[in-house]
C-alpha cells in the first residue's frame, strides 16, 4: 500500500495549509489514518488521529487549530491546519492502518514520504 501526501509549503504565522494524503493498492479496508510530524532535532509526534468510526484525536498542540478528516471511498485524509505557528513547522507524515487484498487479508502499516510545512515570517 503506497500513501502520497501534497499541500505542504512555506507560510507565514498565522495563515493556514491543508495537507492531503491518498493511498493506493489493493486495500481492503483502512481503520486509523493518522498524521505525524518531526522537527529537526526531534522525535516524530502524533499530531492527529481519525478512527474507521471517525473518532479523532489530537496533540495538545495543535487543539482548536487542525482538523483531520477522511474519505474512506477516496482512501484519503486530510489535516486542515489554521492559524499556524512557527512551532508547527515539521515534515508532516501521514500513516494508515488497515487490510490489504494479497491472498485474502492480510495486514498493512504504511507511511508516506513526507511533507515539508515551513511557517516562518
Known amino acids: 500500500v503506497q500513501l502520497v501526501e501534497s499541500g505542504g509549503g512555506l507560510v507565514q504565522p498565522g495563515e493556514f495549509l491543508r495537507l492531503s494524503c491518498e493511498a493506493s493498492?489493493?486495500?481492503?479496508?483502512?481503520?486509523?489514518m493518522v498524521w505525524y510530524r518531526q522537527a529537526p532535532g526531534k522525535q516524530r509526534e502524533l499530531v492527529a488521529q481519525i478512527t474507521s468510526g471517525d473518532s479523532t484525536n489530537y496533540a495538545d498542540s495543535v487543539k482548536g487549530r487542525f482538523t483531520i478528516s477522511r474519505d474512506n471511498a477516496k482512501k484519503m485524509v486530510w489535516l486542515q491546519m489554521n492559524s499556524l505557528k512557527s512551532e508547527d513547522t515539521a515534515v508532516y507524515y501521514c500513516?494508515?492502518?488497515?487490510?490489504?487484498?494479497?491472498?485474502?487479508?492480510?495486514?498493512?502499516?504504511?507511511w508516506g514520504q513526507g511533507t515539508q510545512v515551513t511557517v516562518s515570517s
Open positions: 500513516n494508515m492502518k488497515g487490510k490489504r487484498k494479497v491472498w485474502g487479508l492480510r495486514d498493512f502499516d504504511s
Open positions: 493498492g489493493s486495500i481492503f479496508s483502512i481503520n486509523a
